[in-house]
T-cell receptor, first 114, second 113 residues
Framework: KAGVTQTPRYLIKTRGQQVTLSCSPISGHRSVSWYQQTPGQGLQFLFEYFSETQRNKGNFPGRFSGRQFSNSRSEMNVSTLELGDSALYLC?????????????FGPGTRLLVL | AQSVTQLDSHVSVSEGTPVLLRCNYSSSYSPSLFWYVQHPNKGLQLLLKYTSAATLVKGINGFEAEFKKSETSFHLTKPSAHMSDAAEYFCVLNSNSGYALNFGKGTSLLVTP
């Protein structure tokens, strides 16, 4: 099976712009989660989607949003970019709804905000 | 509240010597615990997981971890380090209360020849 894929792998944006990142989960996986990784804050949970519904959201401002499509692919959007949004954004997928499920991670999208 | 603490931010070992990466957790629920590894400029790879079955969990690449409820610990070990083990290691907690993973701050493992 193909793993979790994320596009694009690298992005450079300027402050005030918006950006959309895409994630394709492992075939058959219905849960998709997003995480932000920075040197200062480490890995932080953004949100989780299951069957097109956001079930859980981390402590991030409303500029961070996401959605999931009927084929389980997910996108996250960041509006009005700030310098502090520079980070590695990781997507993870899992099979079912259980919190005990293993989450499988994609390679990430590295976003640089100038 | 659920949290995980990795006790060492950096660990350095010589090739061929044992590896010990320490992790303590706090959870009001019966926890699921994971160890992930991240090589430079890569995503996260699962090494092993504990979900209330056997307390000694064997993972990939010769790693194993032991769940000790009395000590609230889940330390990662490997008998003999290899140069390719050099990476960042994350201890992760996933409680029943939600679907978010709680990550430790990470331990950077350096393996010297």
């Amino acid at each position: 099976k193909a793993g979790v894929t994320q596009t694009p792998r690298y992005l450079i944006k300027t402050r005030g712009q918006q950006v959309t990142l895409s994630c394709s989960p492992i075939s058959g996986h219905r849960s998709v989660s997003w995480y932000q990784q920075t040197p200062g804050q480490g890995l932080q949970f953004l949100f989780e989607y299951f069957s097109e519904t956001q079930r859980n959201k981390g402590n991030f401002p409303g500029r961070f949003s996401g959605r999931q499509f009927s084929n389980s692919r997910s996108e996250m959007n960041v509006s009005t970019l700030e310098l502090g949004d520079s980070a590695l954004y990781l997507c993870a997928s899992s099979l079912e709804a259980s919190g005990r499920e293993t989450q499988y991670f994609g390679p990430g999208t590295r976003l640089l905000v100038l | 509240a659920q949290s995980v603490t990795q006790l060492d931010s950096h660990v350095s070992v010589s090739e061929g010597t044992p590896v010990l990466l320490r992790c303590n957790y706090s959870s009001s629920y019966s926890p699921s615990l994971f160890w992930y590894v991240q090589h430079p400029n890569k995503g996260l790879q699962l090494l092993l997981k504990y979900t209330s079955a056997a307390t000694l969990v064997k993972g990939i690449n010769g790693f194993e971890a032991e769940f000790k409820k009395s000590e609230t610990s889940f330390h990662l070990t490997k008998p003999s380090a290899h140069m390719s083990d050099a990476a960042e290691y994350f201890c992760v907690l996933n409680s029943n209360s939600g679907y978010a993973l709680n990550f430790g701050k990470g331990t950077s493992l350096l393996v010297t020849p």
